[in-house]
């Protein structure tokens, strides 16, 4: 049975998601009936076609009035700003992805099931009252058939959970550090501007910016034995795309860095939960 998946917010991850399925050749298990975002079609299938990042789009992309067309596949473009006016019922959405980064707490879920989607994943963090918080290859385990709203965490909670769990199961984590070196988001300016942050004022291509992270409430979130014993910081650097993790963490165990070399490089090809 294929599954329907409408997507909410075409940015970066929105797009992303639509590239990963094709380039994954997984299109008979899923597909995208639909995607919502206020921009326009021209623009959306301009993005998606070529992107900075990445590079080209191996398929051929086009628009026709409010359809957006991957290769002989039509998915339908909505530019709906209300949750609860969606046509998910009408399309027979079963799961909807959102990639807003805006929407994130049960009420917008249960808005997304009202206007008709079985399911909804949130592709950022999610509020506590969510169905279930799930890093993939940690505690997947705990997805439950009757979980209708789900939060994938974030880019940087995936990265570092993994790790965090494999030393502790290990060695014993007592607390811990985290700092975020982030590349530069679409919140940031391109030359100085107004910013409510006055962080972000600054040129994101000339600027190392410090900014707030809840990398340290998503580490909690995972595993609530570390509730307040674990800090993080976030700053953004001038590149597009990789970021990296520096975590420093103190163990109940004495250990050599080769030892835990070798724990992560045998580790790194299977699920650890």
């Known amino acids: 049975m294929t599954v329907r998946v409408a997507i909410n917010g075409f940015g970066r991850i929105g797009r992303n998601v639509v590239r990963a399925l094709y380039e994954s050749g997984r299109r008979a298990e899923m597909t995208v009936v639909a995607i919502n975002e206020l921009a326009d079609a021209a623009g959306m299938a301009h993005l998606l076609k070529y992107d900075t990042s990445h ?30 006016a969606l046509p998910w019922r ?18 917008h879920g249960e808005a997304h099931i009202a206007a008709g989607a079985k399911k909804v994943l949130f ?57 975020t070196i982030h590349s530069a988001m679409h919140d940031q300016q391109v030359i100085d501007a107004y910013h409510p942050d006055l962080r972000r004022t600054r040129a994101a291509s000339q600027s190392i910016i410090p900014v707030d992270t809840k990398l340290a409430a998503g580490i909690t979130r995972i595993f609530p034995q570390f509730n307040d014993r674990f800090e993080a910081i976030a700053v953004r650097v001038p590149t597009i795309n990789v970021t990296a993790i520096d975590l420093s963490v103190t163990v ?13 490089q045998k580790s790194g090809t299977r699920c650890i939960s």
């Open 55 to 84: 590079g080209r789009f191996a398929w051929d992309i086009r628009h026709e009035r409010e359809q957006l067309i991957v290769g002989d596949d039509v998915i339908r473009i909505l530019h709906e700003p209300s949750l609860d």
């Open 123 to 179: 592709s950022h963090p999610g509020s506590n009252d969510l169905d279930a918080t799930i890093v993939f290859g940690v505690n997947q385990d705990q997805l439950r058939a009757e979980h209708r709203i789900v939060s994938n965490a974030s880019c940087t909670t995936n990265c570092i959970i993994p790790v965090i769990k494999l030393l502790d199961d290990a060695y014993g984590i007592e607390s811990g550090t985290v700092t």
């Open 252 to 264: 109940k165990k004495p250990v050599k860095a080769n030892e835990v070399n070798q724990l992560l």
């Open 90 to 107: 009408e399309l027979g959405v079963d799961v909807v992805l959102d990639c807003t980064g805006v929407y994130g707490n049960r009420q």
